[in-house]
Every structure is written in C-alpha cells, then in structure tokens.
C-alpha cells in the first residue's frame, strides 16, 4: 500500500451516521456555526470549552446537576475548574440502563465464561454499596482491589462510586511488594482480592499474597471467588469474608447515589513506578465521566447495545476507559487471562462470537498476532467489527498496514496515546477523517495539543515535545500525599510555565495527523541530536529474525552511544550477517544516525504489567544505578541480563 494514499477513508453514509456528525450539527445549529470538517470542529471546540464542554454534558446525557458555570480560572492551568457548581454521580451514569440486556460478558481463557444482566449487575451494586457502608466507609475512603478484568471488580468499583469512595486497583500478578507500594501509600478501608486466577492456561495460586499484603495493610478484605476456593483463601487471610459472606445480610433494592462535585475524587492510578515508588495520581470522577463520554460517543462513536473490548488488566487505566463504555449503554466484553490461551486465536474467536463493534488492544498484540502468521480476515467473520483502536506503545507503519491486509479491510484503525496522567487520550481517532499509514488521526475534541521545541515554540513537520496548552476536565485533582501540590506541579509544568507537557516526542504530519516517536526522557541524543526509539523499533522489529527489542543511549566518551537490545526468534543466533542486516535495515528506514554502535543479544526484554519495555530501568543497570522499584515489573529478573555486559565495556 502507498502512503501517498490512505489505508481508509470514511463513506459519506458511515460519516452522516457518526454521533459526532450529529455533534456538530446540533453545535452548528445552536451556536449559528457552518462546520464541514474536524479541523472546524477541534478549533472552535479548544477556542471555546465552556460552550464545547456544555454541549457534550448535554448531547451525551449526562446525569447530575451542571451548575451556572462551565469553567472557572480557564487561562490557569493549575487552577482551571470545569463545572465548578455542578453535583454527579460517577456510578449513576455509568448504571445507565435496566432490565435482562446483557451489560457484561465475561471470558476468563477458554476456562470461564458467563454473562451479567443489568439487572444483575444492579443487584450486585445495591448489595455491596449497603455492606461498604455497615463497615463504615463514606466520601473520600478508599478500596482497593487487587483483581482480575471480571464483573464482579466492575461492580465492586461502581459501588464505591456511588457513595463517593475512591476506587484503586491492580491485577493479580502483581507482586506483593508491587502492591504494597502501590496501597500501602492511600491507607485503603477495605482491600478486594480474588481467590485464584488463570494465565496461560495455569491456575495461579494467589493465597500466601493475600494473606501476607492484607497484613501490611491492616484493612478488612472481602475475597472473590473466581478460580480458586474463595472460603480456604478467606480463612487464612486476617479478617477476611468471601464476596458471598460480606453481602448475605443485604437484599437488593435501589441503588443510591450521592451527588457530589464534579472535582470530587473517583480513582488512585499509578505511574509504571519503574525509577522509584509509583506516583499516586488522582482522579476526578466529573473529568472522567466527561472525557470518556466524549471519547465513546464521538470519537469512537459507540451506541446503545453495541459491543465493546478493550484487552487490558485493572492495573492498566484502559480498563477505566473500558467500564466507563456502561454509561452509554455498550455492552462491556471483558477477557482476563493471556491473549494466546489456548492459541492466538482465542480474542478473534471471542470478537465473532459477541459481534465487538469496537475492538480495543496494543501494538504489541497486533505485531504478535502478524508474527504468529495468524490472519482472522481469512478464518474469522469480523463483519460488525468497525474499529480496532491500538495503544501501550507507538503502533508501526508496518503494524497498520497489516491490520488492513491480515484483519479487516473495511475498518477505522485508531492508534491512540495519552496515558494514566489523564485517564484518557490526547490524540486518537475520529470518525470523520482517513487513517494514514503510521499516523496517528489527530488530537482529542476540547484539547489543545501541539508539538513544541525546547524553546516553548510550535514545530510542524518537526520532531518535539507533546504539548497542550489549555486547560481539559480530565487533568488530574493532583497527587495522592501531595499537599502543596509540589510533586504534580513538577511532573507536567516545569518545563513550560503553565503548559501541560506531556513527556511524549511527537511530531505533526502534512496530512495534520501525529507519530509518536517514545517517551522523551527516553529519547536517544548521539551527537546532540534527539532520536525516538520507536524510529528504531518500526524497523528492527519488523524482521522476521528479531522477536523484541529495547533501545538506550548510553553515556560514552563525552557523548551518548546508541545501543540496541533484541530478543531474537527461538532458533535464531545474532550473527554477524544479522548484525549487518539489523543495521542497514535501521540505515534504510530510518537514517544513518539511528544506527546503534552496538548489537546484543538478550534471552528476555523488561516489561511492566501493562506490556511496556521499561527503557529507563535497562538504561539505570548499564549505567551501573539502582532501579529503586522493580516490583513494578512483570518480569524483574529480565533486568539481570543488562548487567556488567563486556560488549559495553569497549
């Protein structure tokens, strides 16, 4: 395919069908405009947020009380208050609907399957909320939940919201110490678990961990019963119940919620932690109910009944962006276990069999699935699958383009990035627009995103620093343990007075979309000059020799050295006609410079829980520096590999 021509590009009918066509025609009719296009549409929707962000409470539905104001102190960033008189309920929008309809189905590998009612869901939302408050916890409590992408977490987290707790979560792989770093710092009232757990088609034993983390954390525990035997792990973990036990008192009736301000606190997420404890970020449930809603209807134009997916775990704020898919009606099709349990199949047979309307993954999963010479067009009917939305890590050129040749033809490919800062994305897709190969569609309604240089000026067609330089809803209340908010002012507004940057190297395309080139502080700097290691990985992990790879700069003679990791295929030795292909591979697709000096070999590639190649903590062991949480990794002895190697000694 040519990237002189976009891999697709919407009908006329899909575009007048989109909720965000109808978006801009109620805010054309409203507002006396004469919008065509999305660019016409993301302009007047950063110029004017009080007009834009009304209009979306009042297109998505939103339930609560909005207030007289739309925003308060807009031109500050750190100050900036949307709907700063308006009362909601997180829980209340998101149980959006009633009845036997299926709300969520569930998959746990090909070992579980089962599927929630409304009605069901309701019920189990009404009980828990009535046991949460017999233990005593109210506004601002927090529960944590160390628990597997079932419906049972969904609910426990919706019962939080509706009394105004706040909710945190992991998955169960989890190590204890990970964990701990995580709760120990918010002082949970209640800690959730589950019994057992699947992954890769072995039972995972989870009793000692419970036990031992439910110590630390001093908190009564309600146990889940998923894969295990929930009464054994509940009667020898201190002061536990199993899920059944803590609700027997309570009969369902109507659930209620408690109207609270919209800056009232909904979730803790937590950074990767990969360079010390993880920082507890804050979240708003106002800012999250709207951003999400406005991600679901327009950007991804989800509709009552459809069904969506997103392949994530709780530890993972895409599982937030998935739940908050209830308040407009989908249903949820969640899956927990590894995606190639039994087979790599396992996720496109669940897509066929649900009809997924909107199938959520990352590029790690896509570039797996094409290197496992899988190809669902040809073995799978996808006919009601009309978005597949990317994220974890940039997705290659070569990944977009197989997605049309092996998946789907007909289908909107949204690559998406914004992260756990946010809970949400900066850019994505949008229905109204082409995709272009390797090119993200462009920048998230209501959000003022740009590409700056390091002297705070806007760059085209330039590699530079992910911006956005207007206040959104979704920026975070702050930071958990902060109190002069210290720690959060220097995460996003030291480098640019009140600018919000993001940390991503990113740069505009001639067709207005975005690349994103890695994370900035991962940035390589041969020679002083700024190079993304996603330049790298589009081409070295392209080969069908090399299975992964992790890329650093290392400090050198007075300069930075380009060094490349790779996890080759089983079989496959790093020889020197390898190493030449490797390089005139990176020579010929990306330029001269990307060259790295030096080539290794590596049984295995650090990751976090998420999927992500944790460059950083490869690039602290070279350097010969302690990486302060290793706990935050799935799997930490990988990092053993990088240390003391003779090949960097010369």
């Avoid at 009612?117 to 019920?123: D, I, K, P, V, Y």
Wanted: proline residues 5%; hydrophobic residues 40%.
């Amino acid at each position: 395919m040519s990237d002189t021509v976009p891999l697709w590009v919407p009908s006329k009918e899909s575009i007048e069908a989109s909720p965000m066509h109808a978006f801009m025609q109620r805010c054309n009719a409203e507002f006396g405009l004469e919008f065509e296009t999305y660019l016409d549409l993301h302009a007047w929707s950063t110029d004017e947020p009080e007009k834009f962000w009304t209009s979306v409470w009042a297109f998505c539905g939103v339930k609560g009380e909005q207030g007289a104001r739309a925003l308060a102190d807009g031109d500050l960033m750190l100050k900036a208050r949307f709907f700063p008189d308006a009362k909601l309920n997180f829980a209340e929008n998101l149980l959006s609907s009633e009845g036997p309809a299926d709300a969520i189905v569930f998959r746990g590998e090909d070992k579980v399957e089962y599927r929630w009612s409304w009605e069901r869901l309701r019920a189990l939302v009404s009980q828990l909320q009535q046991a949460y408050r017999a233990l005593g916890i109210g506004e601002g409590d927090r529960i944590a939940a160390m628990m597997p992408n079932m419906p049972e977490t969904v609910a426990c987290m919706l019962a939080a919201a509706s009394i105004g707790a706040i909710w945190s979560s992991c998955s169960p792989d989890f190590g204890e110490q990970g964990v701990l770093d995580r709760f120990g710092q918010i002082g949970p009232k209640l800690f959730i678990a589950c019994d057992a757990y699947w992954y890769g088609g072995k039972l995972q034993d989870v009793k000692a961990k419970v036990a031992s983390v439910s110590r630390s954390l001093g908190a009564p525990v309600v146990i889940v019963h998923y894969a295990g035997d929930a009464a054994a792990v509940a009667s020898e973990t201190p002061k536990a119940k199993t899920l059944e036990e803590f609700i027997k008192p309570y009969q369902p009736k109507v659930v209620e919620f408690v109207r609270l301000p919209f800056a009232h606190p909904l979730y803790i997420l937590f950074s990767s932690g990969t360079t010390g404890v993880p920082k507890c970020i804050v979240h708003s449930a106002g800012g999250t109910l709207l951003q999400h809603l406005k991600e679901h209807v327009l950007h991804c134009g989800l509709k009552r009944g459809e069904k969506l997916f997103y392949f994530t775990t709780c530890g993972w704020m895409m599982w937030n962006w998935l739940v908050s898919g209830l308040a407009v009606g989908v249903t949820l099709c969640l899956f927990d276990g590894s995606p190639f349990a039994p087979d790599g199949n396992v996720l496109f047979d669940y897509a066929q069999a649900e009809d997924f309307a909107v199938f959520g993954t990352s590029a790690k999963y896509i570039d797996a699935v094409r290197k496992g010479g899988l190809t669902p067009r040809t073995t799978h009917d996808l006919s009601s699958l009309r978005l597949m939305t990317s994220t974890g890590s940039p997705l290659s050129p070569e990944g977009f383009t197989f997605v049309y040749e092996g998946i789907k033809e007909d289908i909107q490919l949204a690559s998406i990035s914004g992260g756990t800062d946010i809970v949400s994305c900066f850019v994505l897709g949008n229905p109204l627009q082409p995709v272009w190969r390797g090119e993200i569609q462009g920048a998230g309604l209501g959000l003022a995103v740009d590409v700056w240089d390091d002297e705070g000026r806007p760059v085209r067609q330039q590699k530079g620093e992910l911006v956005c330089t207007r206040a959104f809803p979704s920026m975070p209340v702050g930071f958990w343990n902060d109190p002069d908010g210290a720690k959060y002012k220097a995460a996003y507004f030291e480098r640019f007075e009140n600018i919000w940057c993001h940390g991503d190297f990113a740069e505009w395309t001639e067709h207005g979309g975005l690349v994103i080139h890695g994370r900035s502080d991962a940035t390589l700097n041969p020679g002083g000059v700024r190079i993304g290691t996603a330049e790298i990985y589009n081409q070295v992990e392209q080969m069908e020799e090399v299975a992964e790879a992790l890329c650093i700069g290392q400090d050198w003679e007075d300069d930075v050295r380009v060094v490349l990791f790779v996890r080759l295929a089983p079989g496959v030795a790093l020889t020197d006609d390898l190493v030449k292909a490797i390089k005139t591979r990176i020579r010929t697709g990306a330029s001269p410079r990307h060259v790295p000096a030096k080539i290794i070999a590596v049984r295995d590639i650090p990751r976090t829980k998420s999927g992500k190649i944790v460059e950083l903590a490869v690039r602290e062991v070279v350097h010969g520096r302690p990486v302060k949480n290793k706990e935050a990794l799935a799997n930490p002895e990988a990092l053993d590999l990088f240390v003391g190697l003779e090949e960097l000694q010369v």
